[in-house]
């Protein structure tokens, strides 16, 4: 089981905090896709805190943090 | 004359330890010296000059005379930049160095502090040196019309305190952020989208570059979806501001190793552990 963390506009038609079952192996890039996110907007991404590629493969009980990117000034 | 001259003349004005402004531009006049120099002596003399009196809780004298001798540069002067540099100004840091390639332009007019229908197509740097003038002549402006880069990096922020970030391009800022990070200068990041933005710190030894993921080759993020509202900006700035000034005066507990994710839709403010 993972908890799925969206925030600012990824909350949109989705939802702000999740629990899903995942299959085992499946790489945050994979999560990232079937929520229907596009990976350039990804500005953020936390594994329990910590950063995290999209290659990387959660634990069990992991919570990942999806945040956009935001570039203006 | 002599400075102690000086010193008499500025002690006979001031009232208790506050030197109203009348009197420093009477020095200024009459020694031939710039406002900031009497500003610098007046504080060397534990002299408040008037305009930081609504300071003196927060800032004391000394800590005042720290900040004017301080040098700051504002790396974009759009958006954050504006705001950035009207609180530098106003809060006494000494010299600013400004640098922006553009020209103000209509889209600029809903969220641009310095931006105004007279300022169209006049260079951002230009306007943002004379409003420095208007409301602080006691600061020094270095006003660089030019693109930020790690070519011209080194150079434009040499002898800087501290360096904020109000850049509008991720892949700029990973190249301000090396910048600092070889040159050992404090950096404040700022970032905004629509109701959104954040904020961090890279000291020196620290590494925010994870913030500023290079996923987008365009350099832009979601505020090409959403824009920029007028006030996204403005927290964003002073959240900045806050961070710079606590960097030049060693107070407080800074946002290193850790950002701060604003979403003002919501008003849900978030930390974010980058280190």
């Not at chain 1, 600012?8 to 945050?28: H, S, V």
């Not at chain 2, 006030?231 to 701060?260: C, H, M, N, W, Y």
């Amino acid at each position: 089981m993972l908890t799925i963390k969206l925030f600012a506009t990824f909350q949109k038609g989705r939802f702000e905090a999740a629990r899903r079952e995942c299959p085992p192996g499946i790489t945050l890039g994979k999560i990232v896709d079937e929520l229907g996110i596009a990976r350039e907007e990804i500005g953020v991404l936390l594994v329990s805190g910590r950063h995290a590629e999209l290659e990387h493969v959660p634990a069990a009980g992991d919570t990942i943090a999806i945040f956009p990117l935001l570039g203006g000034g | 004359m002599s400075a102690e001259v000086l010193r008499e003349f500025l002690a006979c004005r001031a009232e208790g330890d506050l030197l109203p402004w009348s009197a420093q531009c009477e020095a200024s006049e009459r020694f031939g010296r710039s406002v900031a120099e009497i500003e610098a002596a007046a504080l060397d003399w534990e002299l408040l000059p008037g305009r930081y009196r609504r300071n003196r809780e927060t800032v004391s004298v000394a800590d005042q005379l720290r900040l004017f001798h301080s040098r700051v540069g504002v790396i974009g002067c759009g958006g954050l930049g504006g705001y950035l540099i009207e609180q530098l100004a106003r809060l006494g840091v000494g010299t600013l160095v400004l640098v922006d390639p553009d020209v103000f332009e209509e889209h600029n007019l809903n969220r641009q502090l310095l931006s105004s229908p007279a300022h169209l197509g006049r260079a951002k740097v230009d306007v943002a040196r004379e409003r420095v003038a208007a409301i602080n002549p006691a600061v020094t402006v270095a006003p660089h019309r030019t693109a930020f880069s790690r070519d011209n990096g080194r150079e434009l922020l040499s002898g800087c305190s501290a360096v904020v970030d109000g850049l509008d391009d991720v892949l700029v800022r990973r190249e301000l952020a090396a910048v600092c990070r070889d040159l050992g200068v404090p950096l404040v990041h700022g970032a905004i989208a629509g109701w959104y933005g954040q904020v961090a710190v890279q000291l020196p030894g620290g590494d925010l570059s994870r913030l500023l993921r290079p996923t987008s080759s365009s350099g832009k993020g979601v505020e090409t979806k959403l824009g920029n509202p007028s006030f996204t900006p403005a927290v964003i700035a002073s959240l900045q501001t806050a961070e710079l000034a606590k960097i030049l005066l060693g107070r407080g507990k800074l946002l290193a190793d850790r950002a701060l994710f604003v979403n003002l839709l919501d008003m849900d403010f978030d930390e974010i552990r980058h280190g």
